[in-house]
């Protein structure tokens, strides 16, 4: 694919699509979280997106867009570990076309739910989201479908609406962390920094237990790497994209790496200071702030809670303070 940033009058055209079916979510600077971090912190909040996360904004532009280059579509396919698979069920079903999503087996309970209350097919295949996107990839051309992929220019113009809307909220932040699970959220925080101009810093940020973006980051060149995160599955990328890869060499500062229980510690603290529920992948930008906190100080911090669909039970052990 060739990824040229757009311009920012592609990005306000994408933005009028999301808006049509949601409203922008808040940003909110939260007295606590500074008080923890001992810095001025923003947090974006796409855990109050109609999905409950970002990614439904990547979904309405690319399927507004599919509606208008393939009329005849009979049907989509594709993989996730839900959020995705959330975001082409509401986009599909508002342009009445039939979705297939096919998840790793042992995938989250109430996303799985979640898809299928919005009339996507389930499919469990697969022990790892790889596998499950292998399979996918099978059955669109199995069926004639048309293979909706986790990283394409479409998703990243929709969720770049969220990133105007944090970096014109939010305009003085001088270092925002964004997580990496294929790479839609971060390039489409590059696309919003470009074109507005601004001068905040990106850092990413993955799991240490899935960290193949940031071994691809060091090495200059993508490397894969098995997924052992139980806590992120946002984040559970076995082998990058290398377009999203080529747009974070070019553009982000660093990656920084998070374990689970930093994750879960990030979580505990979200939910005491904000009362918002984080996922997993949703806290993580929290965690590498706190585990950088000493070059933090004084400094204005972004945050992106890229979601908050984290299964009950699971969120019940980490408030407990039981290991993840």
Not at 121 to 145: I, N, P, S, T
Not at 192 to 219: C, K, M, Q, T, W
Not at 257 to 280: P, S
Request: contains cysteine; charged residues 20%; aromatic residues 6%.
């Amino acid at each position: 694919m060739d990824f040229r940033l757009p311009e920012l009058a592609e990005l306000e055209r994408a933005a009028r699509i999301v808006y049509g079916a949601m409203q922008p979510t808040p940003q909110y600077a939260w007295p606590l979280l500074a008080a923890r971090l001992g810095a001025n912190v923003w947090v974006k909040h796409e855990n109050h997106t109609p999905t409950g996360a970002f990614k439904v904004r990547g979904g309405l532009v690319y399927f507004a867009r599919l509606a208008a280059s393939d009329p005849g579509c009979a049907g989509v396919v594709s993989a996730t570990r839900g959020n995705h698979g959330q975001s082409i069920g509401l986009a599909a079903r508002r342009h009445g076309l039939a979705a297939t999503i096919v998840v790793p087996r042992g995938n989250s309970r109430e996303k799985n739910a979640a898809m299928r209350a919005l009339g996507v097919e389930l499919v469990e295949h697969g022990e790892d989201f790889q596998e499950a996107r292998e399979f996918a990839g099978r059955l669109a051309m199995e069926r004639g479908l048309h293979f909706v992929p986790a990283f394409h220019r479409d998703l990243v113009l929709g969720v770049a609406s969220y990133c105007l809307e944090f970096l014109r909220g939010a305009p003085a932040l001088d270092v925002v962390y964004v997580p990496i699970g294929q790479g839609s959220g971060i390039s489409a925080m590059i696309a919003a920094r470009a074109a507005l101009g601004h001068r905040a810093e990106i850092v990413g940020v993955v799991s240490d237990h899935a960290p193949a973006y940031a071994l691809s980051f060091a090495s200059r060149r993508p490397v894969a790497h098995e997924v052992a995160t139980v806590l992120a599955d946002g984040l559970a990328c076995r082998v990058p994209d290398e377009d999203a890869l080529a747009l974070i060499l070019a553009n982000v500062g660093r990656v920084v790496r998070v374990t689970d229980a930093e994750v879960a510690e990030a979580m505990r603290a979200l939910f005491a200071d904000t009362h918002n529920v984080a996922e997993g992948a949703g806290a993580a930008g929290f965690a590498a702030a706190t585990k950088e906190k000493a070059s933090l100080a004084g400094r204005n911090v972004g945050i992106v809670m890229t979601g908050g669909n984290v299964d009950s039970d699971v969120f019940a052990r980490v408030l407990s303070g039981a290991a993840a």
